[in-house]
């Protein structure tokens, strides 16, 4: 699965750095507008599990407003591109070390699970590339 995405970016011109913002900024939007609107919906499809108590349904909304927090300054941002950029990397990065601990720590199953380390992993390597031509540029 990954590798089928892998290759859709290399078709198009993956260093274009507006580009990697408004797709990251779609992506993040909606998972955070799931996650506010419908959070158990959202966590039973991507990990097969339930979510009843009030705080898990709580803290999920908060994280689904960072997400779509994020995806606004994603989608706004005009300055300081390379500071938002080491910002977006840490982020991708931490999803998919975060991911991969719960699946050996906690036992997390789910298409979803496999789903957000792709992503995520797809994302971190595309912001790498990008950081690389704003260095060079």
């Known amino acids: 699965m990954c590798s089928g995405i892998w290759i859709a970016l290399k078709i198009i011109n993956i260093l274009k750095m507006n ?12 998972t ?3 996650l506010i609107i419908a959070p158990q919906i959202f966590i039973q499809i991507l990990f097969l599990s339930k979510v009843e ?12 407003s ?17 500071l938002l950029l080491k910002i977006l990397l840490f982020y991708n ?6 991911a991969i601990y719960s699946i050996f ?12 380390i792709c992503f ?3 994302f971190a390597l595309w912001n790498m590339l990008v ?5 060079i540029n």
Not at 66 to 82: G, M, P
Not at 131 to 135: A, D, P, V
């Open 19 to 30: 580009l990697f913002l408004k797709i990251t900024a779609i992506f993040e939007g909606l």
């Open 32 to 34: 955070g507008l799931f």
């Open 53 to 64: 108590e009030a705080s898990a349904i709580f803290i999920a909304r908060i994280a689904g």
């Open 66 to 82: 960072a997400l779509f927090s994020l995806a606004l300054l994603c989608w706004y941002t005009k300055d300081s591109i390379r």
């Open 93 to 98: 990065t931490a999803a998919v070390i975060i």
């Open 105 to 116: 720590n906690f036992s997390l199953k789910g298409i979803g699970v496999e789903v957000i």
């Open 120 to 122: 995520h992993l797809l």
């Open 131 to 135: 950081l690389k031509k704003q260095r």
